[in-house]
């Protein structure tokens, strides 16, 4: 695998998963919101075959279908997407506005079915791909004061599992990762007493992913859960 799409690249997870591939000499596409942070990562991306930045919103319309064939004109091909853009909420439901509710569904679940959508069809036409994403522990056990977002993230779940079913013979693989708190910069605007000491670094995330992407091709790293031993969900 040398061709990688990334979104959510420009801080966190993405980040770090973007400057390891990119010191291996992979061809990356990189998508974020924020032009300037893309630039910042961009720079540095040392060794990388080629890379490109493409700021983007995937849940405006077409916009995900737009990033994924620029990515794949642009590198002759997409071998791995790996989708870590998302946004938090952790607020009680009964305080959760129908507006913060759509927007985080719309956000993580919409976003990623519309990049997943695009980009697999890529992938069915060439025989092969492998979709990663990250809809942490959240998408797979629940706590209080989060409901919107869990239900995003279990959405994100049965997406993949899904798709999984769908593409089952095309040369597609899936990856969902379990993560529980990251230290990244997903907590900055969070309000939420946590002890970021005690999470899980960043760069062991991106080492977990680098780890699905370096599996064999004829085998599938389907899920990957890994929480802190202070603060374990079930």
């Known amino acids: ?80 997407v790996i989708h870590c853009a998302g946004i938090g909420l952790i607020k009680p439901a009964a305080d959760t506005t129908d507006a913060e509710f759509s927007k985080i569904v719309n956000t993580n679940l919409r976003g990623t079915f519309l990049i997943a959508q695009s980009a697999c069809k890529v992938m069915a036409a060439q025989k092969h791909g492998l979709f990663i994403t990250l809809p942490g522990i959240l998408g797979k056990a629940v706590m209080k004061n989060a409901a919107a977002y869990i239900a995003s993230k279990f959405g994100v779940t049965g997406l993949i599992k899904a798709l999984a079913q769908e593409y089952q013979r095309s040369g597609i693989r899936f990856c969902l990762f379990f993560l529980g708190g990251v230290d990244s910069p997903f907590w900055d ?46």
């Open 1 to 80: 695998m040398d061709k990688f799409l990334i979104t959510g690249a420009s801080s966190g997870i993405g980040r770090a998963v973007a400057i390891r591939l990119a010191s291996r000499g992979a061809k990356l596409t990189l998508s974020g919101r924020s032009e300037t942070k893309l630039a910042e990562v961009a720079t540095a991306c040392t060794g990388a075959a080629s890379i490109e930045s493409i700021a983007s919103d995937l849940t405006v319309p077409h916009a995900a279908e737009s990033l994924v064939a620029k990515a794949n004109e642009s590198m002759g091909g997409i071998d791995c």
């Open 189 to 234: 605007e969070i309000n939420m007493a946590v002890q970021r000491d005690k999470m899980i670094p960043v760069s062991t995330a991106a080492d977990l992913i680098l780890q699905a992407i370096d599996a064999p091709p004829h085998l599938v790293l389907a899920e990957v859960v890994l929480q802190p031993e202070s603060h374990q969900l079930v």
